[in-house]
């Protein structure tokens, strides 16, 4: 309800929440759970009978895999090296990851019953040296395609904020389901200075933050930890991005178009409505000898949107222009990343702690201020020294405009909520998760509990 246009999709956590809603309220067809569950058990199944194929040689799997069969569970992709395929392209400066992650997930208390439901991402992302391709040094290309299928609990329970972040992106229904997410070049002037351009996938440049999340892939599934929503990132946008680290400090400088570019040509009238411009300086840090960071970030966009203040008793959903608008929205952002133990006989093993605040203008920007923080380590259980496991708690505020215009047409909360997961690995290119939540929803009246089970593949 914050921007211009209402027909388009928003970057809002909230956009299309009654679609979303109806949508997910809808109870599983007779067959769905056996299906999730075959599907799991398959995968499983199948990469069994891969080790198995291998234990026997390249006689009994029918190829000439040149990995040693014993060396299956410390293999990076289920299919290695691929006859030394890989090898060859990464020679010519292109190099392939992709995954097939399935999700099976169920609602155990709040409210409505939508029935559990399973579904899944298919990812795949290349990437390009090229200068290997005759181009200047450090020219490089990424593209990334998505594909989602089968069903999610998104918005069930009265959530507004996703619970399952890699089903939320691109979409489920229609032509939705799928996306080139990414697609941008980026100059390496130095190894310390680079420039990036062209449409990029946020939640996948947020993955690398430690502790946090892994485009729900792996880790957190909830999006407040994956790449906490602010009401004024896209999750795909198009724009440049320009960092420069030095030993003191990294910088980070952000232009970009503030309209959503999920399921769009982002060339196709750019920048019409305004443009953003964000600003990020993260500080190393280390306290007893344990490595970790601190950053400030600080936001000004002149995307236009509705001043909640003049709702007045519009439904939602109301043309645009109906009521007033506001021009101008700032967004402020501190987190922190800290390690606080590694193992000395062991350095993958490790614990760290995560936090985040943020605070922005609350009109016409939907999320007013929010708070995150959590634990999350590696290796902790005996016997499993590269099991992943992490708690999170995140309370969300909503704009008190926002709430107030509202009623009695809808009854909007803050939302809040705790997260646990435990991640076994299976080997380096696989992995089952298990996953809790516990929310307390902005739509809803009940607490919602979901439970969840993840199997990540990589090939």
Same mark, same amino acid.
């Given at each position: ?5 209402k027909?388009?999709r928003?970057?809002s ?6 679609r @979303?809603?109806? @949508? ?5 067809a ?12 398959l995968? *499983? ?7 198995? $194929? ?11 895999a040149?990995?040693?069969? $014993?060396? /299956? ?19 010519m400066?292109?190099?392939f990851?992709s ?8 609602? =155990? ?10 579904g899944?991402? =298919?990812?795949?992302m290349? @990437?390009?040296?090229l200068?290997?391709l005759?181009?200047w ?13 089968? +069903?999610?609990?998104?918005?069930s ?5 996703p ?7 691109p ?8 996306d080139?997410?990414?697609?941008f070049?980026?100059? +390496? ?15 996948? *440049? $947020? ?7 892994d485009s729900?892939i792996?880790g ?7 790449a906490p ?11 440049a ?5 030095t030993? =003191?400090?990294?910088?980070?400088l952000?232009?970009?178009d ?9 060339l ?18 280390t ?6 960071h601190?950053?400030?970030t ?8 509705t001043?909640?203040?003049t709702?007045?008793?519009?439904v939602?959903?109301?043309?645009p222009?109906t ?10 952002n ?14 993958? +093993? ?18 007013? /201020? ?6 999350s ?7 499993r ?16 405009s ?6 009695p ?6 939302? /809040? ?5 435990y ?6 290119? $696989?992995s089952?998760?298990l996953?809790l +939540? ?15 089970m @993840? *199997?990540?593949?990589?090939f």
């Amino acid at each position: 309800m914050d921007d211009k246009d209402k027909h388009s999709r928003t970057n809002s956590p909230m956009r299309n929440v009654a679609r @979303r809603r109806c @949508r997910n309220a809808s109870v599983s067809a007779p067959g769905r759970m056996p299906y999730g569950l075959a599907t799991v058990v398959l995968s *499983l199944v199948v990469i069994a009978t891969s080790t198995a $194929a291998q234990d026997l040689g390249p006689a009994a799997s029918g190829t000439n895999a040149t990995v040693p069969a $014993a060396e /299956w569970r410390g293999l990076d992709t289920l299919s290695g090296d691929s006859g030394d395929a890989w090898t060859r392209l990464s020679a010519m400066g292109f190099t392939f990851k992709s995954k097939i992650t399935q999700f099976y997930q169920g609602q =155990a208390a709040g409210d409505g019953d939508p029935g559990p439901k399973y579904g899944g991402k =298919a990812d795949l992302m290349m @990437r390009s040296d090229l200068s290997k391709l005759g181009f200047w040094d450090g020219l490089s290309l990424t593209v990334k395609g998505e594909l989602n299928f089968g +069903q999610s609990l998104n918005a069930s329970g009265g959530t507004l904020i996703p619970i399952n972040t890699a089903l939320y992106l691109p979409g489920e229904d229609g032509a939705d389901y799928s996306d080139i997410s990414s697609f941008f070049f980026t100059q +390496q002037f130095s190894k310390n200075v680079s420039l990036t351009f062209g449409k990029m996938n946020m939640i996948d *440049l $947020a993955a690398p933050k430690p502790y946090m999340g892994d485009s729900g892939i792996k880790g957190f599934w909830n999006l407040t930890f994956v790449a906490p929503p602010s009401s004024v990132v896209p999750p795909y946008l198009f724009g440049a991005i320009l960092g420069v680290k030095t030993e =003191a400090a990294n910088y980070t400088l952000m232009v970009y178009d503030p309209n959503d570019a999920t399921n769009k040509n982002p060339l196709e009238d750019p920048f019409s409505d305004g443009v953003t411009i964000r600003g990020t300086i993260e500080f190393p840090v280390t306290l007893g000898g344990l490595p970790g960071h601190q950053s400030f970030t600080a936001l000004y966009s002149t995307n236009p949107g509705t001043d909640f203040e003049t709702i007045g008793s519009f439904v939602p959903g109301f043309p645009p222009g109906t009521p007033g608008l506001k021009d101008e929205r700032y967004y402020f952002n501190y987190a922190f990343d800290q390690q606080i133990f590694q193992s000395a006989s062991n350095p993958e +093993q490790v614990l760290g702690l995560f936090g985040q605040f943020s605070l922005s203008d609350g009109n016409p920007t939907t999320i007013y /201020w929010s708070a995150l923080g959590g634990v999350s380590g590696t290796g902790f259980v005996p016997g499993r020294p590269a099991d992943d496991l992490g708690l999170g708690v995140f309370y969300t505020a909503l704009s008190s405009s926002l709430k107030d215009a509202l009623p009695p047409v809808v009854n909007l909360n803050d939302e /809040w909520g705790v997260e646990a997961y435990y991640d076994f690995a299976l080997s380096p290119s $696989a992995s089952l998760g298990l996953d809790l +939540q516990v929310i307390e929803p902005g739509l809803g009246d009940s607490t919602a509990v979901f439970v969840g089970m @993840r *199997l990540v593949s990589s090939f």
